[in-house]
């Protein structure tokens, strides 16, 4: 899916217009029916735009693996959801509203500010920052809880789909386990659609991310769209 482009679309329209307005001000016939032209070609962008701003809104909101930390924002499993959207004939808008780096507080401080608009899905991918830092699990809950309470407010029809997050044993057994269970517990809470583990088939597996270990490859991200799009597909339809 191509990303509506709110500052092209509306720099080409602009421009059509004072084009049209210059064409005018000469005065000649020709000059008219060209301006005509031009004036037909600018309504016809705002109409393609005002279309697309009508679409219903898929907004991913996550960390760096939203974001698409060390790929081409096309690469990122949000843009490849977004092509399996338009191969199926589905009109949605997605945004990706990854932030490298959030965590489930940063996160939190920022929904209201995001949900300025209403949205017709909501994709959570927060909390491996808090995992991998060893946050307070109850700190993890009440931040991912706090979220989906501010898009029930400001979107009280969206559907909320929240992906699972697995973590290294670092923190210890009982932190992973309980760390791992926490999705389901807020998935089942909220009555939001779960995505079992986002990274299934890609995590811990070198061929499949960066260097660090942490963040998928453009091969890695087209599995993780295939994760994503399983459990999306039948909502969208």
Same mark, same amino acid.
């Given at each position: 899916?191509? @990303?509506?482009?709110?500052? !092209? ?20 016939? *020709? ?8 004036? *037909? ?31 081409? =924002?096309?690469?990122? @499993?949000?843009?490849?959801?977004? !092509?399996?959207?338009?191969?199926? %004939? ?16 940063? %996160? ?9 608009? =209403?949205?017709? +899905? @909501? ?25 989906? *309470? ?13 992906? $699972? ?15 791992? $269970? ?20 890609? $995590? %811990?597996?070198?061929?499949?991310? !960066?260097? *660090? ?6 091969? %890695?991200?087209?599995? +993780? ?5 399983? +459990?999306?597909? =039948?909502?969208?339809?």
């Amino acid at each position: 899916m191509k @990303f509506l482009d709110i500052r !092209q679309t509306l720099y080409s329209v602009i421009s059509g217009l004072m084009l049209c307005l210059t064409v005018w001000g000469c005065g000649s016939s *020709d000059t008219k029916k060209e301006a005509t032209t031009t004036s *037909d070609s600018a309504t016809a962008a705002t109409n393609s735009a005002s279309a697309s701003a009508q679409k219903p809104i898929i907004l991913f909101y996550g960390n760096s693996l939203t974001a698409g930390y060390g790929v081409e =924002p096309a690469q990122a @499993f949000p843009a490849l959801v977004g !092509q399996k959207i338009d191969s199926a %004939g589905l009109s949605y808008q997605v945004v990706n509203a990854g932030l490298s780096g959030e965590t489930t507080a940063g %996160g939190k401080s920022r929904i209201s500010w995001v949900m300025r608009q =209403p949205v017709a +899905v @909501f994709v959570l991918e927060l909390g491996g920052n808090d995992g991998l830092r060893g946050i307070p699990l109850k700190s993890t809950r009440d931040n991912l809880q706090a979220i989906m *309470d501010t898009v029930r407010l400001k979107s009280p029809q969206a559907t909320i789909v929240l992906a $699972g997050m697995q973590i290294p044993p670092n923190m210890g057994t009982d932190y992973t386990k309980e760390f791992r $269970g926490l999705f389901k517990e807020l998935a089942d809470k909220n009555k939001a659609v779960l995505i079992p583990f986002l990274l299934e088939g890609v $995590g %811990g597996i070198p061929k499949l991310n !960066q260097p *660090d270990g942490i963040h998928p490859t453009p091969e %890695g991200h087209k599995i +993780v769209a295939k994760n994503v799009w399983k +459990v999306l597909e =039948p909502v969208l339809k």
